[in-house]
């Protein structure tokens, strides 16, 4: 005759205790608190991802439409008219002259190779959301050829020229 042995009924009282352990409640604060941190991080990150997808199409257009208008004829009207409130404090009428007289040596417009870059959207405590774009783009004119480097910065929902950058062989001669 076989006797078989069980082990005695686990009573829930009994499970509850060894769910409550502190260690089990630490290591649940400790899930629960990995959780938020990872929600936390991974909301702005979606959000400037899907903002920043979502503006990478106005913001080149953008750059594209205004380096056109200022290289037509180098306008220093067409750039002032893009400029951020950034950019006109921090340039002056003669340091505009002295750009542009060099730029004029290039001539007009050729051909536009088109801008490439993105959208950056910064989120902070003490500036809010600030949302810049950065594009290089290349130029042939009449007497040489450029690379822009253009930054532009969001301002009530219209974007405006940051900082542009010219650079060409024919400035160093």
């Known amino acids: 005759m076989m006797q078989m042995h069980s082990k005695p009924p ?3 009282s009994d499970a509850k205790q060894q769910i409550h352990t502190p260690m089990n409640r630490i290591i ?6 990995l959780v938020l941190i990872l929600l936390i991080a991974a909301v702005p990150s979606w959000y400037s991802f899907y903002m920043g997808s979502t503006l990478n199409p106005s913001s080149k257009t953008y ?7 200022i290289t037509r ?19 002056t009428t003669g340091e505009l002259n002295f750009i542009f007289a060099k730029c004029t040596l ?10 490439t870059g993105n959208v950056n959207i910064n989120i902070s405590l003490t500036n809010g959301q600030v949302i810049t774009a950065h594009y290089v783009a290349k130029a042939t004119f009449v007497h040489g ?12 929902g219209e974007w405006k020229i940051l900082e542009l950058h010219v650079n060409s062989s024919i400035f160093a001669q």
């Open 145 to 156: 050829s450029a690379e822009f480097d253009i930054s532009l910065i969001r301002i009530d």
């Open 63 to 69: 750059v594209d439409e205004s380096l056109l208008a």
């Open 106 to 115: 290039l001539g007009p417009v050729v051909h536009y190779g088109g801008a």
């Open 73 to 91: 004829n180098w306008s220093q009207k067409e750039l002032i008219d893009r400029a951020s409130p950034q950019m006109c404090e921090s340039t």
């Open 28 to 33: 649940i604060l400790i899930g629960v608190a």
């Open 10 to 12: 686990v009573r829930r």
